[in-house]
Structures are given as C-alpha cells and as structure tokens.
C-alpha cells in the first residue's frame, strides 16, 4: 500500500546452524560491533567547498 512503512521480519528458523539460539542469528552485541566495524571502514566524507 502507498504510504505504509515496510516492515522487516529478521528473524530464521535455521539460526542454530550458525552457532544462535533463538530466532535470531546474531545478538545485539555482534549486530553493533559488525555495524561499528563497517562505519569504521568507510572513508570519511570530504568537507563540502567554501
């Protein structure tokens, strides 16, 4: 429908052969550590002309 959100179900059946329990392959820890990792990778933004 236009205008609704999306909505994203993270959540697998399958996350016990990766080493998870529960519905979830990664915890909140990994999922922040893997997102600062990537921030981190990234080049810094150039600061815009004067």
Do not use: C, K
């Amino acid at each position: 429908m236009p205008g609704t959100p999306a909505r994203y179900d993270m959540r697998t059946r399958h996350a016990a052969v990766f080493g998870a329990s529960g519905p979830y392959q990664y915890d909140v820890r990994n999922t922040v550590q893997a997102l600062r990792a990537y921030a981190q990778s990234e080049p810094r933004a150039r600061e815009p002309a004067a």
